[in-house]
């Protein structure tokens, strides 16, 4: 199992562009979170998908939009891309827990990131 | 709103010698607690959750509800030690991990 992957490792893009992250989950993960880590600090969450549906959502402009397949794939879109933008992007996998404490449950994989320049 | 703190961004200890990487949260509930690990050039990992009341590599972690934290601990560190460690606080409804700001742990000979 290759756990998380994603893609790509590195990217630079200029202020203003577009850009989409993809990931995919461990085998037999069934949600996808993403994180925004910015030099210095703990990753902080973005949103998470399940079912194909945007579930929760951190404190992100709408700039920041989802996906996830059908095969639990997802992507991490950027609009309008600004200098802050510019950290590591985590992806996680996990199980889905729709309450606290299940067993295997909120626990999550992470994937070894994409890291955005924006100049 | 939920909060994690690590206060110190480094720590540097000697090796045999005790390792306690500090972890305080606000959070009215009851919370679930962890701790991430991250070794040179590798993913963030799991490392330890407080209702597993488990001990990984030596080190271990009790959820103290009167004082908020959850500070991880052990009796001698190690050179392989090294590494960022980050604490995480789960609230309930979906996955959503709050992290603190990491510890930087330094383990010199």
């Known amino acids: 199992d290759a756990g998380v992957t994603q893609s790509p490792t590195h990217l630079i893009k200029t202020r203003g562009q577009q850009v989409t992250l993809r990931c995919s989950p461990k085998?037999?993960?069934?949600?996808v979170s993403w994180y925004q880590q910015a030099l210095g600090q703990g990753p902080q969450f973005i949103f998470q998908?399940?079912?194909?549906?945007?579930?929760q959502r951190g404190n992100f402009p709408d700039r920041f939009s989802g996906h996830q397949f059908p095969n639990y794939s997802s992507e991490l879109n950027v609009n309008a891309l600004l200098l802050g933008d510019s950290a590591l992007y985590l992806c996680?996998?996990?199980?889905?827990?729709?309450?606290?404490?299940?067993?295997?449950?909120?626990?999550?994989?992470f994937g070894a990131g994409s890291r955005l320049t924006v100049l | 709103a939920q909060r994690v703190t690590q206060p110190e961004k480094l720590l540097s200890v000697f090796k045999g010698a005790p390792v306690e990487l500090k972890c305080n949260y606000s959070?009215?509930?009851?919370?679930?607690l962890f701790w991430y690990v991250q070794y040179s050039r590798q993913r963030l990992q799991l490392l330890l959750r407080?209702?597993s009341r488990e001990s990984i590599k030596g080190f271990t972690a009790d959820l103290n509800k009167g004082e908020t934290s959850f500070h991880l601990k052990k009796p001698f560190a190690q050179e392989e030690d090294s590494a960022m460690y980050y604490c995480?606080?789960?609230?309930?409804?979906?996955?959503?991990?709050?992290f603190g700001t990491g510890t930087q742990l330094k383990v010199e000979l």
């Open positions: 996680a996998s996990s199980l889905f827990a729709q309450g606290a404490f299940l067993a295997g449950a909120n626990v999550l994989t």
């Open positions: 085998s037999g993960h069934d949600t």
């Open positions: 998908y399940y079912e194909e549906e945007e579930r």
């Open positions: 959070y009215s509930g009851s919370p679930e």
């Open positions: 407080h209702i």
């Open positions: 995480a606080l789960y609230t309930g409804g979906g996955n959503k991990l709050t």
